[in-house]
Nanobody, 124 residues
Framework: QVQLVESGGGLVQAGGSLRLSCAASGRTLSRYTMGWFRQAPGKEREFVGAIRWSGASTYYPDSVKGRFTISRDNAKSTVTLQMNSLIPEDTAVYYC?????????????????WGQGTQVTVSS
């Protein structure tokens, strides 16, 4: 079992930045692909990006590419989502997740473990 806890959410103005963290306990994270997802009210959960178990590769959808960056520290069992140039459309609850599939598989169903989510609100 892997327990994931997100932190770092909050309220920020458009154009600002936030840094989300995901801390893991239980099994080591080093074998898992780590993904970030978000869900806005009334919308389906959306893939935000993923990082390979080694940290060597990342993948982002066009909606956040160039603005969001995922990194990980397996020794500390943490994953970070750095979000820059935020826009109101980025407002959502953000979740980290752990799975063993490819970083290019954007389906939320392939992830085995999920955090409880952290709210990000971007004001215009």
């Amino acid at each position: 079992q892997v327990q994931l806890v997100e932190s770092g959410g909050g309220l920020v103005q458009a154009g600002g930045s936030l840094r989300l963290s995901c801390a893991a306990s239980g099994r080591t994270l080093s074998r898992y692909t780590m993904g970030w997802f978000r869900q806005a009210p009334g919308k389906e959960r959306e893939f935000v990006g993923a990082i390979r178990w080694s940290g060597a590769s990342t993948y982002y959808p066009d909606s956040v590419k160039g603005r969001f960056t995922i990194s990980r520290d397996n020794a500390k069992s943490t994953v970070t989502l750095q979000m820059n140039s935020l826009i109101p459309e980025d407002t959502a609850v953000y979740y980290c997740a752990a799975g063993v599939r490819s970083i290019y598989d954007i389906r939320d169903s392939v992830y085995d473990y999920w955090g409880q989510g952290t709210q990000v609100t971007v004001s215009s």
